[in-house]
């Protein structure tokens, strides 16, 4: 039997974060919540295994980018979603982030979240 995997779920917009952390509870997802900068960088500098980062590119704190770039620095293996309704090119990106853009179906970021952190 495999773990699920772990995923820090960063969205400022409480039902869009609401509808995916249910989604992917239900899809054998454990997952983390903050819906701003500060409480994700409490996530990203703690001992809790994280497998994926979903990210908002706009939070009342800072800027998504900033801080997919500041987690890099902390968890260099860290594969990130990052979601935007208003698009965004990752000119020199991991080879492990990937840009959703919303409205995107749910489904959608499950199989994300399987290409990224693929179970045993």
Known sequence: MSTPP???VVEDDFLIRTCLIEFLEDSDVSVLEAENCAT?????HSDRALDL?????SLPDGSGAE????????RPDLPIIYTTGHGMNLDGASPIDRVMTKPYQLDAILNVVHE???TS
Do not use: H, Y
Request: no cysteine.
């Open 116 to 118: 990224l952190v693929p």
């Open 40 to 44: 994700a960088r409490g996530f990203l």
């Open 6 to 8: 772990t995923v820090l």
């Open 67 to 74: 801080l997919g770039q500041e987690s890099r620095q902390i």
């Open 53 to 57: 980062l979903i990210m908002d590119i």
